[in-house]
């Protein structure tokens, strides 16, 4: 019998952290499959899947059993996490970009 994941996210929701752990292991396949769908690196997949768990963990006591799935609800935050990361550029962040290339160009801090 597979595990009620709604009593492991309220459970989780009140810190339980062996629910959560339970409520990981039975998530996890979903997750790294749907992030795995936008990132084609298996390293950054793992990444971005911590980071769904991170948002599942910090909004646990908030999520509504009533109102929705909670493998739904993972989804749903994987594909958002997993779109964003697709979307981001490779590389520094764009400030950085920006201030190298001004000083490059002579202008910035350090050009002329």
Do not use: K
């Amino acid at each position: 019998m597979p595990p009620d994941l709604a009593a492991l996210i309220r459970r989780a929701g009140a810190g339980d952290q062996p629910a959560f752990a339970a409520l990981y292991d039975e998530l996890a396949p979903t997750v790294y499959g749907v992030v795995r769908r936008f990132v084609a690196s298996p390293t950054a997949a793992a990444a971005v899947s911590t980071d769904v768990f991170l948002e599942l963990w910090r909004n646990a006591a908030r999520f509504n059993t009533d109102c929705g799935d909670v493998r739904a609800w993972a989804a749903v935050v994987a594909y958002r996490h997993g779109s964003r990361a697709a979307d981001s550029p490779p590389g520094p962040a764009p400030g950085r970009r920006r201030a190298g290339r001004d000083r490059a160009r002579g202008h910035g801090p350090h050009g002329a």
